[in-house]
């Protein structure tokens, strides 16, 4: 049997099942298998983590950060590229114009942000219809998916859910934190399941229900420790290892064709804004909101004694490596990190100016950094420090004389 009927048989098993307290453990373990079966299917066997990327696909990575546009085919994709970045993509009133994924620039604020335009996908893509696969997989390896959605058609939330049906169905979880759950595999001595808050999602027993998901994907000894109330579907994700946790903003576009009343709706829901291209509403905010998504932190870097570099910040990112001071001297190089003593920091996450700072200081947007390195840290303890240079090289010559003075005595004794 393929994996495809597999798929089919346990999706009719499940909607066989009815849900309740006691079948809970049974859809857990059906789930479980869900889950192992398709991301076989989408991302090969063993469940790779980048997937496809057909010719006119592999495009490079570069700039800040990297923002993928998602949509149905026609809802202004490309002319939304050409908006905001200075690529230009064509566009025009038929259905699948673009075809291979197009990259632009948006520079802001100091920043240089990727865009990319895609194909529109339609529902199916991720299991193969289209070049469905191949955009999935861009959407994968972007910061931010920009979900672009036609104000005007009808079945606008129904096209929202599908194309968030496909981005999930490729491990990728949207606006969400991974849950708080470690699973440390061990050689032996089977699962330990531990948990810090009452499970209350997870049937009646969860540890079994654990258990059982653990089993499906062949982990018979581990420590598990959960620290969230989790579901089911969490549980199994964190399993699973390849799930994607990305940030995604819905742009409603062509707001030029409905009701002020229907822009005000739109507006309000979560993780939304609307826009009118065509027609440049709002464009300066859908900017400003991509870059708020981003979590991008510019830190300026400043020498002892001198003023700081506005010119070039080094960009981190809150969504991705984190913004701590450790990661600003990653970020530099690796000696800076290597000869770290202390930071003096400037800005918004300094208590006072400056703060003296360890590497796990967490930094805002626009602080000002000074990193001090063991060296100039140690030239400043000159006095203890050359004292007990001092000591040891005493004892050291101490030692020799004495050596010497013992060997002369023998030798005396000797010529004697
Ligand atoms: N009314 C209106 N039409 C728009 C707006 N933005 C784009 N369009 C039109 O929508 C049509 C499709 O635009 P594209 O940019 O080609 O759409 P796309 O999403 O890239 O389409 P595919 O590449 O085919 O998936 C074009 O005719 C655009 O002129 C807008 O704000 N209002
Ligand atoms: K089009
Ligand atoms: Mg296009």
Redesign the pocket.
Known sequence: MGIKEKIKEIEDEMSRTQKNKATNYHLGTLKAKLAKLKSELLLGEGGGKSGPSGPGFDVARAGDARVA?I????????????SITETK??????????LTCIPGNLYHKGTRIQVL?L??IIEGAASGKGRGKEVIAVARSADLVLM?L?A?KEGLQRHREILEGELESVGMRLNCEPPDISILQKKAGGVRFNNTVPLTKMGPDPAKTALNILKTNKIMNAEVLCRCDCTVDEFIDVVMGNRKYVRCLYAY?????ISIEEIDQLARMPHSTV?????N?NMDYLVEQIWEYLGLTRIYTKRRGQQPDLEEPVVLSKIRKGTSVKSLCNNVSSHMLRDFAFALVWGRSAKHAPQRCGLSHMLEDQDVVQVMTKTVAQQKKDKNYQSLVQEFDDKYKKKKKAASDLKKKKVGKLQR
Request: charged share 20%.
């Open positions: 546009l949509g149905f085919p026609s809802v202004g994709k490309s002319t939304l590229l050409s993509s064509e566009a025009a009133g038929y259905e699948f114009t673009t335009d194909p529109g672009v036609d005007q576009n062509k707001i030029d064709t826009m009118s291209v065509n027609n509403l």
